[in-house]
């Protein structure tokens, strides 16, 4: 069982040593992946902990609000896709002014070296720390010999190269550098096929299921309503084949709309989620709301439009129920 910590102090005295690496982690893509199952192997090597620290909020929330970038995932999906990878503990450190006026050897010392225990730090030669990102690879070498930790470059493990490369080819192209922003760049085009290859999983979010008009179920069509609040990058207007998973932990099979309704003159963007391949039967009987659910998206369908008139709208739904089973369960 991983441990998750919130701060420094929470770590045990006895804890270490420690194989550390920190950063953003949004998405825990496939570049991450490897990059963390690499520092699994050296930990297990050493005979040493395997620790991830990582930021909440996001550093660009606090010092660039109006520019942060929309994050992928919420901190409680991040949290579960670190620990499926097998670390040992994540420490998730608060991100404010204060943490960010740390010096470079503060932090390493206090954090890494006095709380962690760690003989490893992992990094990346373009790697940034401490108080106004004066930190680099050269300082952390330098501390590792002051401190006594070894200092291993990320692209210098392992035999299986890194930066990590995707193999998804956008324009027939050479192969693309694994990275949180090719997963948005994909999602803002809707084209989720593209960053699950990236991701190594679909791409989902987490929200609690609220009332919503209740035009689907007026029409036929019921929808789990996503709140407002739910985690996680909402991608491109549109009709979407995927999943819902409930509190429960049950997998449904969806058409997932994401968009503003304009058949009905919608304003607001809403994700919904309509729950196919279920019996007739009394939309009592599949109650959601309330309940804290998962919708993960597996592939486009097409583009959000505004039809004539309902009747229309439902031929069309119905046509995307039966293409969203085709795509769900082609294997």
Not at 67 to 74: K, N, Q, R, T, Y
Not at 165 to 181: A, L
Not at 220 to 243: C, K, Q, R, V
Not at 285 to 294: A, C, E, I, N, P
């Amino acid at each position: 069982m991983v441990h998750i910590w919130n701060d420094p102090s929470e770590v045990p005295a006895d804890f270490g040593p420690s194989v550390v690496t920190f950063g953003n982690f949004d998405g825990v893509h496939r570049g991450h992946q490897q990059v963390l199952s690499q520092l699994i192997r050296v930990a297990r090597l050493n005979h040493a902990r395997a620790v991830a620290i990582t930021f909440d909020p996001h550093p660009a929330q606090v010092h660039r609000p109006e520019s942060a970038p929309e994050l992928i995932m919420g901190l409680e999906d991040k949290l579960v896709a670190l620990g499926e990878l097998g670390l040992d503990a994540v420490l998730v450190m608060k991100y404010s002014l204060e943490l960010a006026s740390l010096t470079p050897e503060e932090f390493v010392a206090n954090v890494l070296v006095g709380s962690l225990k760690a003989s490893h730090v992992v990094i990346g030669h373009d790697a940034r720390f401490g108080r106004g990102n004066s930190g680099d690879l050269e300082t952390m070498q330098e501390l590792g010999r002051k401190l006594g930790f070894e200092v291993l470059v990320i692209s210098e493990f392992g035999s299986e190269g890194f930066p990590l490369h995707g193999e998804v080819h956008n324009d027939g192209g050479t192969d693309r550098r694994c990275s949180s922003t090719w997963v948005r760049e994909a999602l803002r085009e809707g084209d989720v096929a593209t960053a699950a290859a990236v991701l190594g999983r679909s791409h989902r979010m987490r929200g609690e299921v609220v009332h919503g008009a209740a035009r689907g179920r007026d029409l036929g069509f019921p929808t789990a309503n996503l709140a407002p609040n739910a985690s996680g990058y909402i991608p491109a207007d549109g009709i979407y084949a995927g999943w819902l998973v409930d509190q429960a932990g049950t997998r449904w099979p969806a058409a997932i709309s994401v968009g503003s309704n304009p058949t009905f003159d919608g304003v607001s963007r809403q994700v919904e989620a309509h729950v196919i391949d279920r019996p007739e039967e009394a939309v009592e009987d599949f109650d959601l709301y309330g309940q804290t659910v998962v919708v993960e998206f597996v592939a486009r369908l097409r583009g959000m439009v505004a039809y004539r008139g309902p009747e229309a709208l439902v031929d069309q739904m119905r046509l995307d129920v039966v293409q969203a089973h085709n795509i769900l369960f082609a294997r």
